[in-house]
């Protein structure tokens, strides 16, 4: 699995408490810009398609195509990581991004809604980096703070990813006067943000948090049989149950955020309401997913990472219900956007920190990797159903189902918290 391990590398407990700071400054300054370039993109991929393809149903494969390009480029950025630190793995992740949003230019200047879903999968890269982006916040964290300092990378988000889509109507003009059709300008404007995000990285992410938590657990570097991502991650979480817990709440809460996110901006679209209002409706959305992962990291570490987890379901089944019965009341749709982020920040802080405390940190990034990979498959399926919910029966109808699922999900939670 990884080669011979090595004796442990001693540093003054001052130095790695400095080293640290500074990684968590450059992961926020790099998930400030990649949360723009994100925010940005997904704030009208939906409303595109939907315009290029005249179909409802096909417009939810927007969410499902970024969805699923986070999905695939999970091991591939799980693996990067495994062998040559987090600065590898999260690089790649941003040059996919980058040249996703080149296709997607592209292909509106075309206006061909299958290349644009080709170009969002690639762009999907951008969220597989903000999600390796949180787990390289941990390699480095004190026993017992993991939860806090992950939430606080999460937080960095905040900025980005809130003002991403209000910043999508002022790049589209820009776009069309530098004589880009239609739409295609805050995809331009995407690509610059993870190309920032990118060089952040490459640049001041030194040293490598996961290579130097390696030499100070006396964990080797990953050789050849470190390649086998995926077998090293299900052997893990088969001995794992804390982690299998963990990985599930994450997965649901991610299905149960997409789901409904995805189909919100469609379902104002057609209500009548201004590209304004829609930005403002998910950058309060997004707000809530970001913005209070401090006090959710606090909250984990001092009363555990499973009460947080049920928290989360909680508020994801209130959401679900405010959104299901919002009819075309726009001031409740937000209301449960809003809720629905802050839900989803329970499941993947308290979520991702138990995963990563569960795990010695030799499987780390496979189990991580693998981690990402499941919740964003199941939040690719979670847009496909939905896109079909919402164009066969309604947007009321897909509150209901979202809000089974998680009702489900917090009871087998609740059944199993004890075992294991």
Not at 27 to 44: K, N, P, T
Request: glycine share 12%; with cysteine.
């Amino acid at each position: 699995m990884t080669s011979t391990p090595t004796k442990p590398a001693v540093f003054p407990p001052d130095r790695i408490q400095s080293i640290q700071r500074r990684t968590l400054g450059v992961l926020s300054a790099a998930q400030i810009m990649g949360g723009v370039g994100v925010a940005v993109g997904l704030a009208l991929s939906s409303v595109v398609v939907d315009e290029l393809s005249g179909s409802t149903v096909i417009s939810g494969f927007a969410g499902t195509a970024t969805t699923l390009g986070a999905a695939l480029l999970a091991l591939p950025t799980a693996k990067a990581s495994g062998r040559g630190g987090r600065r590898a793995g999260l690089t790649l992740a941003y040059v996919a991004a980058l040249t996703g949003c080149a296709i997607s230019v592209t292909a509106i200047s075309l206006r061909t809604w299958p290349l644009l879903l080709a170009g969002l999968v690639l762009v999907g890269g951008g969220s597989a980096g903000g999600l390796a982006a949180r787990y390289s916040a941990t390699d480095l964290a004190p026993k017992g703070r993991s939860a806090r300092h992950l939430s606080l990378v999460v937080w960095a988000s905040t900025i980005g990813s809130v003002a991403g889509p209000n910043l999508a109507e002022p790049a589209d003009r820009i776009g069309i006067r530098l004589g880009l059709v239609d739409k295609a300008g805050p995809f331009a404007f995407a690509a610059l943000a993870f190309a920032l995000a990118m060089v952040i990285v490459l640049a001041l992410l030194r040293p490598d948090p996961l290579r130097l938590a390696r030499r100070l657990d006396g964990a080797a570097e990953a050789g050849p049989a470190g390649n086998r991502t995926v077998s090293t991650a299900w052997h893990t979480l088969r001995t794992t149950p804390a982690a299998r817990r963990a990985l599930v709440m994450i997965a649901v809460s991610h299905t149960a955020m997409v789901s409904v996110m995805s189909m919100t901006p469609v379902k104002l679209h057609h209500d009548g309401s201004a590209l304004d209002v829609i930005g403002l409706v998910i950058s309060l959305h997004i707000a809530g997913m970001y913005m209070m992962s401090p006090l959710v990291g606090w909250l984990a570490d001092r009363a555990g990472k499973v009460p947080v987890l049920v928290l989360g379901m909680g508020l994801l089944l209130l959401a679900a219900t405010l959104a299901g019965t919002a009819g075309h009341r726009v001031g409740q749709v937000t209301a449960a956007l809003f809720l629905l982020g802050l839900g989803w920040s329970c499941g993947l802080v308290a979520g991702s920190a138990l995963v990563t405390e569960s795990v010695p940190i030799e499987r780390r990034p496979a189990v991580q990797g693998l981690s990402d990979l499941i919740m964003n498959v199941c939040g690719a399926t979670g847009t496909i159903v939905a896109g079909a919910i919402v164009g066969v029966l309604s947007y009321g109808f897909l509150g209901l189902v979202v809000g089974v699922m998680v009702a489900l999900a917090a009871l087998w939670l609740l059944a199993t918290r004890t075992r294991g």
